[in-house]
């Protein structure tokens, strides 16, 4: 995708934004619905943007500061744009005895991006998770829905390498 | 429908499925099973019974904790044995179909072992020995009866419980629950019977019981497995519970990160409903119930009672001061019941066979089976169930199978970031709420990690700390800032810049942090260091005084190294896999890391072929000769 169709991308579903969150806050404009409607959102749209935000505290009647801060207390919410497949890395307890770290700074070093960050190309996000109850497969990734046990730095390069294969051509490059 | 009539339906449906002319092949497909490749396998002996329809069905079921097996497939062939399989592949299918579906050869040198028991009965493998020392009383169901039918779990006895209850008073229940003498499974250990004893006194018209399955303990994932593998078990303790105290309606507060449990609870519930065994008027009793799942945005916090409550009213996480208890003033105000799923899953089989036959498993002052998740180097990880007073020595041997790869035991950390890490010495300690605790450690929600000689107990006590540092709600100076300063302590001695009175001080801390903090997770935020402190000293020290980490994983203290007498000039692996392009090799064509440039991610170390196994960790780093460092005539720095 260009960068031109991208932002254009992004006009349209900001428009969207707005109506979504009418028909969310219209069906259940209370505060206790307050995180249902943040998941809903994120799982729409995959994050939450501050215009969203503001959104819900007008609709339900709240702070913005009240919405901002219920929403970076939990781990689940984010607030930039994600790539298209998700990467987690495993680092509960099972996972980091096994080289859990490890596994995510490989990961980190193959799609050049911060735990957090979304690499350039918008394909790949990187996140750490607590545990995801996995823990005899260890170390665990999950990319997307799908979970790959027992990965080693090497396989980690593998991994991503498949399912990016224009990153081939870029490693190659780079080595 | 009485449940007489309800019983009879599921029997019979039950019955055509196991006993009839029909071949059932089970699959486990809980999230442990996923990740091991169970779905392509699922698929591939759907596309191989193909045509066979009327004489094999395939479900999908949830897990039996045999992790390390995973993916396990279950034939039950009508007259014949029940065969398991285990560490199926999507390529084994038609061989597995050929043989035992269409054929009767049982395939046994795919096999793992017959299965026993189903039905009423717990399900085990008797050629297991892991099986002899367990007695499953939540795990009874898990991996055979389908969690995506109703019908498996009633003809199993299930609902038995709650038909019961609905014909008892509440006072009956209480004092049934009183005798079991059953104890919240959510970590403290309070009892359960006093609990909802509380909640019944209370009076309002408006109660509320809240399942807590936020298992945020990373390291723990037994409540994972009941919700995706026997999810009714959990639903009808939760009905009991609510009819118990007065309530008409519950929550499930499950984490969001367990997408397959919540999505089995909502096929669950509904299919409960359907039964009428939930709703309006259940089982023609008068009592009306609901059940909502809510949905957890991830924060340990979450899982202390009052946290849940504020997380369900939909504000940020934080515990509140206690009294008021929520069985007097809890979700909005209101008596609230909060247990956890293991404690709700065991109500109705106390209902059921009564209190007594309860309390005559496990200990005196511990009731009951315990549930572990079994991780870390054990040759058998997965799920176990035993009795509360078994020993840890029993728990790690005997049922995790001892030490992977015949590796020496250092540790086992039982009870997640609240709890502690025990050395061999105390591998005698009989696992109960008390004696635990008296070690140092927690029952907590059962997480039992298992750490050989690889494992450096600093960087153990460091990594929980870094996690009850991230999740610490801030609400509590002691536990926002102490579990800050305990982290870059411990960060300080991992890199070898600690000293004695580093670790005085850190004693100290880690004391002040227990002293100064509101709730149970910042209370027991210290526990890993404590216990570290208390019964590894040794390797602390070792870290201060000689720069040294003994199992070798401080990075900072640690170095790679290519043994020049077993490395071969003509194998690359380190070469080509080093992503720093620190490997070289020398004028012999012998591999050397160039110390300065490696960032000691471990590749080397992986991809050395094993006729070879070259490459070794040393420290303190002082050990690598010093002619094997650095690439001998190059600059440090290329000129610009």
């Keep these: 995708m260009t960068k031109q169709s991208l932002e254009q991308g992004e006009s349209s579903l900001n428009q969207e ?159 | 429908m009485t449940f007489g009539e309800i019983e009879r339906l599921a029997r019979q449906n039950w019955g055509s499925l196991y006993n009839g002319e029909i071949t059932h092949i089970l699959v486990g497909t809980a999230t442990c099973g996923r990740a091991a490749g169970s779905m392509a396998v699922l698929e591939a002996i759907r596309r191989e019974i193909t045509g066979l329809e009327g004489k094999a069905r395939v479900s999908e079921v949830g897990c039996m904790g045999l992790c390390s097996c995973e993916p396990l497939v279950v034939i039950i062939k009508p007259g014949d044995f029940t065969v398991c399989y285990h560490n199926v592949t999507p390529q084994m299918a038609p061989q597995l179909v050929e043989g035992y579906v269409r054929g009767d050869d049982p395939c046994l040198e795919l096999a793992l072992g017959t299965v026993a028991g189903g039905g009423e009965e717990a399900v085990y493998i008797p050629e297991l020995d892991l099986f002899k020392y367990q007695s499953r009383v939540l795990l009874r169901n898990c991996g055979y009866s389908s969690p995506l039918e109703i019908d498996h779990y009633i003809a199993g006895g299930g609902y038995r419980g709650l ?27 309070f009892s359960t019977a006093a609990k909802w004893a509380m909640c019944s006194r209370a ?118 001061q206690r009294p008021p208890y929520p069985a007097e003033a809890g979700l909005w105000g209101q008596p609230t019941l909060v247990n956890n799923v293991k404690t709700l899953a065991y109500v109705p089989l106390i209902i059921q066979k009564g209190g007594g036959w309860f309390a005559g498993i496990g200990t005196r002052n511990s009731p009951g089976t315990a549930l572990f998740a079994l991780a870390g180097k054990l040759e058998n990880t997965g799920l176990a169930e035993a009795p509360m007073g078994t020993s840890l020595r029993t728990l790690v041997y005997d049922i995790g199978g001892g030490m992977k790869r015949g590796r020496q035991f250092k540790a086992v950390q039982i009870g997640g970031p609240s709890g502690g890490c025990l050395p061999e010495g105390l591998l005698d ?100 260091v404590l216990t570290t402190l208390r019964y590894f000293c040794g390797e602390y020290e070792a870290h201060v005084l000689e720069q040294h980490c003994p199992a070798r994983v401080c990075k900072e203290l640690t170095a790679y190294y290519i043994l020049p007498e077993k490395c071969y000039k003509g194998c690359d692996h380190c070469v080509l896999a080093c992503p720093a392009e620190a490997v070289f090799s020398d004028e012999q064509g012998l591999k050397v890391v160039d110390q300065g440039k490696c960032t000691k991610c471990g590749s080397c170390e992986l991809v050395c072929p094993a006729e070879y196994n070259a490459v070794i960790r040393l420290s303190p780093v002082s050990l690598v000769p010093e002619n094997r460092r650095t690439k001998p005539g190059t600059p440090s720095k290329e000129p610009e």
């Design chain 1, 17 to 175: 934004n707005v109506e979504i969150i009418d028909i969310l806050v219209e069906s259940r404009r209370h505060a206790r619905h307050l995180i249902d409607i943040l998941q809903e959102i994120q799982s729409r749209e995959g994050y939450l943007s501050n215009q969203d935000m503001l959104e819900v505290a007008k609709s339900l009647k709240m702070s913005s500061a009240t919405v901002w801060g219920v929403a970076t207390f939990y781990n689940q919410f984010r607030f930039s744009p994600p790539g298209k497949k998700p990467v987690r890395v495993c680092l509960g307890t099972a996972c980091h005895l096994s080289g859990g770290q490890l596994v995510l700074d490989a990961v980190a070093r193959e799609l050049k991006i911060e735990v957090g960050g979304t690499s350039e190309d918008r394909e790949f996000d990187l996140d750490r998770v607590a545990c995801i109850g996995c823990c005899a497969l260890a170390p665990v990734v999950t990319i997307g829905k799908d979970v790959y046990p027992r990965m080693t730095p090497p396989r980690v390069e593998e991994v991503l390498v498949e399912l990016n294969p224009s990153s081939i051509q870029k490693g190659l490059g780079a080595g």
């Design chain 2, 163 to 189: 038909a019961r209850a609905l014909e008892m008073k509440p006072g009956r229940i209480l004092s049934e629950l009183e005798k079991s003498g059953l104890r919240g499974r959510g970590g403290a250990g």
């Design chain 2, 203 to 320: 009076k309002s018209k408006t109660k509320y019981v809240i399942c807590n399955a936020d298992e945020g303990d990373p390291g723990a994932f037994m409540d994972r497995v009941l919700l995706e593998s026997d999810p009714q078990a959990v639903i009808e303790g939760l009905i009991i519970a609510g009819y118990t105290i007065g309530a008409k309606q519950g929550y499930i507060y499950v984490r969001e990160e367990y997408p397959l449990a919540i999505q089995r609870l909502e096929i669950a519930l509904r299919q409960a409903s359907e039964k009428g065994l939930l709703g309006r008027d259940i089982l023609k009793s008068g009592f009306s119930y609901k059940v909502e799942i809510v949905k957890g945005a991830g924060a340990f916090v979450s899982g202390e009672e009052t946290a849940l409550i504020a997380a369900i009213e939909g504000r940020r996480s934080w515990p509140e």
């Design chain 2, 429 to 528: 300690t009989p696992i109960d709420f008390d004696s635990l605790k008296e070690a140092g450690a927690i029952m907590g929600s059962g997480g039992v990690i298992v750490m050989d000689e690889d494992n450096c107990m600093v960087d153990t006590a460091k990594f929980f700390t870094d996690f009850s540092r991230q999740e610490s709600c801030g609400k509590c100076t002691q536990c926002r800032i102490g579990t800050c300063h305990m982290f870059s302590m411990l960060d300080d001695i991992t890199k070898g810049q600690g000293t004695l009175k580093l670790l005085e001080a850190l004693q100290e801390l880690a004391e002040d942090i227990k002293e100064g903090s509101l709730c149970g997770l910042g209370r027991m935020a210290p526990n890993p």
